[in-house]
């Protein structure tokens, strides 16, 4: 049970922002919210993950509602090579339990 | 982030022999590591976590027989699938985590196994 729900498909054009949505509206106080993304027939690519705050790094933004029972993935400025399958995670234990995770087609 | 590594990338084998994969972790040291499984179209699943020097905690389902994991270094964790069947065929990665740094688990490119 992966316990998030992400849409399973999504759609952005080159150079707009790509706002991937997750609700984790379950979510434990100690439980972080993780994104990783894959590629066709690579590993998972880690991408960023939030606890309470937003975070942002060099590849994406991560908001987290302020009751943390919902975040968005933003990545600001899509390419081509975003094309790819968006895991959102709860992780606080050893175990990552990935789901069917979000779709992302990313078009010229 | 962190490297891993696999080795091979992809093989081919007869059924009923045996093969083995290795995870690497190359600019750090992994106290525990994973090992998943992806079929065709499916999101990844969790075979087993193997930290260092102990035996491997495998997930329910998962033949323990069959799946052979050993972790005997830092940097090094091994998954033998014994006498393969088609069915074994699939895309196995590995990931590395270091605490108490982080919780991050880095992935390895994956191994793509078929079975003849």
């Known amino acids: 049970d992966a316990k998030t729900t992400q849409p399973t498909s999504m759609d952005c054009a080159e150079g707009r922002a790509a706002n991937l949505p997750c609700n984790h509206s379950t979510i434990s106080g100690n439980e972080y919210v993780y994104w990783y993304r894959q590629i066709h027939s690579q590993g998972p690519q880690y991408i960023i993950h939030?606890?309470?705050n937003n975070e942002t790094n060099e590849m994406a933004s991560l908001i987290i509602t302020e009751d943390r029972k919902s975040s968005t993935l933003i990545l600001p400025h899509a390419t081509l090579r975003d094309t790819a399958v968006y895991y959102c995670?709860?992780?606080?234990?050893?175990?990552?339990?990935f789901g069917t995770g979000t779709r992302l087609q990313v078009f010229p | 982030g962190a490297v891993v590594s696999q080795h091979p990338s992809r093989v081919i084998c007869k059924s009923g022999t045996s093969v083995k994969i290795e995870c690497r972790s190359l600019d750090f040291q992994a106290t525990t590591m994973f090992w998943y499984r992806q079929f065709p179209k499916k999101s990844l699943m969790l075979m087993a976590t193997?930290?260092?020097?102990?035996?491997?905690?495998?997930e329910q389902g998962v033949e323990k027989d069959k799946f052979l994991i050993n972790h005997a270094s830092l940097t090094l964790s091994t998954l033998t699938v014994t006498s393969a069947h088609p069915e074994d065929s699939s895309f196995y990665i590995c990931s590395a985590r270091v605490l108490p740094l982080t919780d991050t688990q880095y992935f390895g490119p994956g191994t793509r196994l078929t079975v003849l």
């Open positions: 193997s930290n260092e020097g102990s035996k491997a905690t495998y």
């Open positions: 995670i709860r992780y606080n234990t050893d175990k990552l339990i």
């Open positions: 939030g606890l309470k």
